[in-house]
């Protein structure tokens, strides 16, 4: 590609990011999203570069958007290139600007899904839409796949894809998608750049409390807000212990050794405080986590309920569902009842290969200096549903950030942006990527 193809193509990207911003597809949950305009724009500019592409609907208003593109070696298994159109809600008021503006500011491209993940998003389109300009043609076939619902669990999206639509992803055995390949500034000033291989396994659990109605003012001893108050606050303050993962052990044995320091596997902790922001979600990558996040009893001050309520996010390592199973059990004892709201599979695969080659090798092309390895990711992806099919999927995505920058704060986060230097760095490191994957 020529140095004016690829400026090119930055612009294009910067352009993409900006206008996907601007159009609020919004999931709030339990069905309540809307995909249809953000899908019907990437519809249309696969459309003005001559790419055909299918628009699935998948439910009201939730609509996924498929693109085949033909490699040059058609008898090798393809590659899935994979996005997803929605966005968390967010709050204008706590925002100090409007959270779909998409504009340029200090360096930062601003807005709702500028990290997660219309950033990967754009980096994708924009890549594809310049091939088709110049004639490019992969080594591989390549299915691009815009998904819907991935902030609510992917019933309209990936998972409805994989139930209702299998045949589309005949022929492709392995994927690429979000939340890997950005950079992260350690102790001594190493770049590291974070590829997926690992996501933990989701177990949202409600718990039911029983006891005896009555009035507010009576002595109560079978009251079930006090039960459940008993049940979650043993939940919210269990220490859980620490365990190692294989990529678990590539991940921190790396920081250690980059920063002098061993690595304990009954303390990986001990390496967090070397990767600053990033300390957030790696944080809860060394042990299963269970945190209570919504309560509900009563209707009346003066009335005791005969029940409550609480819904408990549950994320287990790979290899350690039953210890979070059995944990909870033991924790919320004959106090309440257990129910599995939604449940999806830890993954974990090797940091080896020639697509993790490629990666790498895309990561050092742009910069020597970096250091790509592999981690665990504390939350999940639509590879969850990919791997029901057999496929390996990569979180790979790549941006080199500021080492200021907390990134992982930016996640659902308030003032969510990315910067422009950052989109380019990506757009560059992906072109290198397809070229050789």
């Given at each position: 590609?020529s140095a004016n193809?690829?400026?090119?193509?930055e612009?294009?990207?910067?352009?993409?990011?900006?206008?996907?911003?601007?159009?609020?597809?919004?999931?709030?949950?339990?069905?309540?999203?809307?995909?249809?305009?953000?899908?019907?724009?990437?519809?249309?500019?696969?459309?003005?570069?001559?790419?055909?592409?299918?628009?699935?609907?998948?439910g009201?208003?939730?609509f996924?958007?498929?693109?085949r593109i033909a490699?040059?070696?058609?008898?090798?298994?393809?590659?899935v290139?994979?996005?997803?159109?929605?966005v968390?809600?967010?709050?204008?008021?706590?925002?100090?600007?409007?959270?779909?503006?998409?504009?340029?500011?200090d360096?930062?491209?601003?807005g709702r899904?500028?990290?997660?993940?219309?950033?990967g998003?754009a980096?994708?389109?924009?890549?594809?839409?310049s091939?088709?300009r110049t004639g490019?043609?992969?080594?591989?076939n390549?299915?691009?796949?815009?998904?819907?619902?991935?902030?609510?669990?992917?019933?309209?999206?990936?998972?409805w894809?994989?139930?209702n639509?299998?045949e589309?992803?005949?022929?492709?055995?392995?994927a690429?998608?979000?939340?890997?390949?950005?950079?992260?500034t350690?102790?001594?000033?190493?770049?590291?750049?974070?590829?997926e291989t690992?996501?933990?396994?989701?177990?949202?659990?409600?718990?039911?409390?029983?006891?005896?109605?009555?009035h507010?003012?009576?002595?109560?001893?079978?009251?079930?807000?006090?039960?459940?108050?008993?049940?979650?606050?043993?939940i919210?303050?269990?220490?859980w212990?620490?365990?190692?993962?294989?990529?678990?052990?590539?991940?921190?044995?790396?920081i250690?050794?980059?920063?002098g320091?061993?690595?304990?596997?009954?303390?990986?902790?001990?390496?967090?405080k070397?990767?600053?922001?990033a300390a957030?979600?790696?944080?809860?990558?060394?042990?299963?986590?269970?945190n209570?996040?919504m309560?509900?009893?009563?209707y009346?001050?003066?009335?005791?309920?005969?029940?409550?309520t609480?819904?408990?996010?549950?994320?287990?390592?790979?290899?350690?569902?039953?210890?979070?199973?059995?944990?909870?059990?033991?924790?919320?004892?004959?106090?309440?009842?257990?129910?599995?709201?939604?449940?999806?599979?830890a993954?974990?695969?090797?940091?080896?290969g020639?697509?993790?080659?490629a990666m790498?090798?895309a990561?050092?092309?742009?910069?020597?200096?970096?250091?790509?390895v592999?981690?665990?990711?504390s939350?999940?992806?639509?590879n969850?549903a990919l791997?029901d099919?057999?496929?390996?999927?990569?979180?790979?995505?790549?941006?080199?950030?500021?080492?200021?920058?907390?990134?992982?704060?930016?996640?659902h986060?308030?003032?969510?942006?990315?910067p422009?230097?950052?989109?380019?760095?990506?757009?560059?490191?992906?072109?290198?990527?397809?070229?050789?994957?």
């Amino acid at each position: 590609m020529s140095a004016n193809q690829m400026t090119d193509l930055e612009e294009d990207c910067i352009n993409i990011l900006r206008e996907l911003i601007q159009i609020p597809s919004v999931n709030y949950g339990e069905g309540k999203g809307d995909e249809e305009a953000v899908a019907k724009y990437v519809v249309a500019k696969l459309a003005e570069v001559g790419i055909e592409s299918e628009l699935i609907e998948s439910g009201p208003k939730r609509f996924n958007v498929v693109a085949r593109i033909a490699g040059r070696d058609t008898n090798r298994p393809g590659l899935v290139v994979h996005g997803h159109l929605d966005v968390v809600p967010a709050n204008a008021a706590d925002w100090s600007f409007d959270p779909f503006c998409g504009e340029i500011k200090d360096g930062y491209i601003l807005g709702r899904g500028a990290v997660d993940m219309k950033d990967g998003d754009a980096m994708f389109l924009s890549i594809v839409r310049s091939w088709a300009r110049t004639g490019y043609v992969p080594p591989r076939n390549i299915l691009l796949i815009f998904f819907a619902d991935e902030e609510a669990g992917s019933t309209y999206g990936s998972h409805w894809m994989v139930e209702n639509r299998p045949e589309i992803f005949v022929g492709y055995s392995e994927a690429i998608s979000e939340v890997g390949g950005f950079s992260v500034t350690i102790t001594g000033g190493h770049r590291l750049y974070f590829i997926e291989t690992a996501e933990k396994g989701i177990q949202w659990l409600e718990l039911t409390a029983h006891g005896t109605a009555g009035h507010g003012s009576f002595i109560n001893d079978d009251n079930a807000v006090t039960k459940l108050s008993r049940v979650i606050s043993r939940i919210g303050s269990h220490v859980w212990p620490q365990r190692e993962t294989a990529t678990g052990a590539k991940f921190f044995g790396k920081i250690a050794e980059l920063t002098g320091e061993t690595y304990d596997p009954a303390n990986a902790s001990s390496l967090l405080k070397h990767i600053g922001g990033a300390a957030r979600m790696m944080g809860a990558t060394v042990q299963n986590t269970a945190n209570p996040s919504m309560l509900n009893a009563g209707y009346k001050a003066n009335v005791i309920p005969g029940s409550a309520t609480a819904v408990v996010d549950g994320r287990f390592l790979p290899g350690f569902e039953h210890e979070l199973e059995e944990t909870i059990r033991q924790l919320v004892g004959d106090d309440a009842s257990i129910h599995v709201q939604v449940r999806d599979k830890a993954l974990e695969v090797d940091f080896s290969g020639p697509l993790v080659e490629a990666m790498s090798a895309a990561i050092l092309s742009q910069d020597p200096q970096g250091v790509p390895v592999p981690y665990l990711m504390s939350g999940g992806t639509d590879n969850k549903a990919l791997s029901d099919l057999g496929i390996v999927g990569y979180g790979f995505s790549p941006l080199r950030l500021p080492a200021e920058l907390d990134f992982f704060a930016l996640f659902h986060g308030v003032d969510e942006r990315v910067p422009v230097e950052g989109l380019k760095f990506g757009v560059r490191a992906l072109v290198n990527f397809f070229e050789n994957c």
